[in-house]
C-alpha cells in the first residue's frame, strides 16, 4: 500500500472513532492487566461477563491471591483455558507483589515476565495503560493488514513489524484500536462487510463482498 493510501486509511479511521480504546471494562491497570491475560483466545465480551462477577469481590493482587487457584476458576470458569489463565493469574499476581509493590510494571521486558503476558499483551499494557505507540497485533489486525496489503506477513511479528514502519507517528498510538474494531465489525473472517467499508478503495483484497 502506497503511503499517502495508509495515511489516508487511518485518517478515515479516526474520523469515525477520535479517541479509540479498548472495549475491555476495566478501571485500573490490574484489572486490565487480568482481563488481557484472559482475552487470550477468548471474546471480549466473554471476558467482561466474567470480570463483572470478579472484580467486585477481588481487583487487586492481594485480594485474588486471597482467592487462591480454585477461589478464582469459579469467576472465569466460562472463559476458554480457564484451567491454565487462573494459574498464570495467580502467579503473576505474587510476581506483582514480591517485585513491583503490587504495581503493573512499565517495561516490556517486566511485563513479558510476568506468567501469561506475552509480547501482545504487553504491547496492549503499554499502549493502553502508559500510552505508548506500541501496536498489538492479533488475529483480527493480521487479517486486515494482510487482506488490505497494509503490513502483509505471513506470522504475527512480520505483521507488526511491518505495522512500525508503515503506520504515520501520529496515528501510531490509536492504530492498534482502529485496527482491531475494523477487523472485529467490518473486515469480518467469514464475510466481510465491503459494502460499508470506509477504506473500500484503499483495499488490495481481491474478492470483496458485492454491493
Not at 498464570?88 to 510494571?105: D, F, M, Q, S, Y
Amino acid at each position: 500500500m502506497k503511503r499517502e493510501d495508509v495515511a489516508e486509511l487511518f485518517r478515515r479511521l479516526r474520523d469515525l472513532d477520535s479517541n479509540p480504546t479498548t472495549e475491555l471494562h476495566y478501571d485500573t491497570p490490574f484489572e486490565l492487566l487480568v482481563a488481557v491475560i484472559l482475552s487470550a483466545q477468548a471474546t471480549d465480551v466473554g471476558v467482561n461477563k466474567a470480570t463483572k462477577r470478579l472484580f467486585p469481590v477481588a481487583n487487586t493482587p492481594e485480594k485474588i491471591l486471597a482467592l487462591g487457584e480454585d477461589g478464582l476458576k469459579k469467576y472465569i470458569s466460562t472463559i476458554g483455558l480457564y484451567n491454565a489463565k487462573a494459574k498464570n493469574i495467580i502467579a503473576t499476581c505474587a510476581l506483582l507483589l514480591e517485585r513491583h509493590g503490587g504495581k503493573v510494571p512499565r517495561t516490556r521486558e517486566e511485563l513479558e515476565a510476568l506468567p501469561g503476558v506475552g509480547r501482545k499483551t504487553a504491547n496492549v499494557i503499554l499502549n493502553t495503560v502508559f500510552g505508548e505507540t506500541t501496536i498489538a497485533v492479533d488475529t483480527h489486525i493480521f487479517r486486515v493488514c494482510n487482506r488490505t496489503g497494509l503490513a502483509r506477513g505471513k506470522t504475527v511479528r512480520a505483521v507488526e513489524d511491518k505495522l512500525v514502519k508503515v503506520v504515520p507517528d501520529e496515528y501510531k498510538l490509536g492504530a492498534h484500536h482502529w485496527l482491531i474494531l475494523h477487523g472485529r465489525y467490518i473486515c469480518i473472517a467469514r464475510k466481510p462487510k465491503c459494502p460499508v467499508c470506509p477504506i473500500r478503495d484503499l483495499c488490495a483484497y481481491k474478492h470483496k463482498t458485492p454491493g
